[in-house]
């Protein structure tokens, strides 16, 4: 009996700038490794595929592959479509007006709550950032690059993490939908 086949939504750390990840070419290399359905959103870090591999064994594929073809050296996280469900429903801004000003950040390890507490004191009025089942929310409706809670959160976390804007958030989980389907 063949092994059940998991969508995986792909989140690449610190792709942007200086560090970039072609998409075709990314794409054709995850679908060289023999993952699935493969697909990639924008060229900062985002693809989506599936595969009969648990979550070590396709970021330990995906990572030698990078590294190999891209010099791509960062972290990998790779949360399940069912996994992103969750991220989506637990969403603590529910009333937020624009995907650009709210951010889901997939955690490495779980943050110090001291931590938490001091990137809150960054926080102007309306601002907020929150943590739910292993994901920090982060309300930013002044923009996070202007934001000092924003600047501030990625030393202040203390712990590896990668950031994406609930736009991206909604358009991985129907990429990943798609890849799971097929």
């Keep these: 009996m063949p ?64 590294e190999e073809k891209f010099g791509f050296t960062k972290a990998i996280y790779a949360p399940t479509l069912e996994e992103w469900e969750a991220l989506i429903a637990n969403n603590p801004f529910p009333d937020f007006k624009e995907g650009k000003h709210v951010h889901a950040v997939v955690l490495g390890e779980v943050p110090k709550a001291e931590s938490l507490e001091a990137l809150r004191t960054h926080a102007v009025e309306g601002e907020a950032i929150e943590l739910v089942g292993g994901v920090v929310y982060l309300h930013t409706p002044f923009g996070l690059g202007t934001s000092k809670l924003g600047e501030k959160f990625d030393k202040g976390i203390g712990v590896p993490n990668t950031a994406r804007n609930w736009n991206t958030v909604l358009k991985l989980r129907e990429l990943a939908k798609k890849a799971a389907g097929g």
């Excluded at 092994?3 to 995986?8: D, E, F, G, S, V």
């Excluded at 075709?24 to 989506?48: C, D, K, Q, W």
């Design 3 to 66: 092994k059940p086949k998991t969508a995986y939504i792909i989140l690449f750390r610190g792709v942007g700038g200086a560090t970039q990840l072609p998409v075709a070419p990314l794409r054709a290399a995850l679908t060289g490794a023999g993952f699935e359905n493969v697909a990639t959103y924008i060229n900062s870090g985002n693809a989506v595929l599936r595969s009969h591999l648990a979550r070590k064994q396709v970021i330990a594929t995906a990572a030698k592959l990078c």
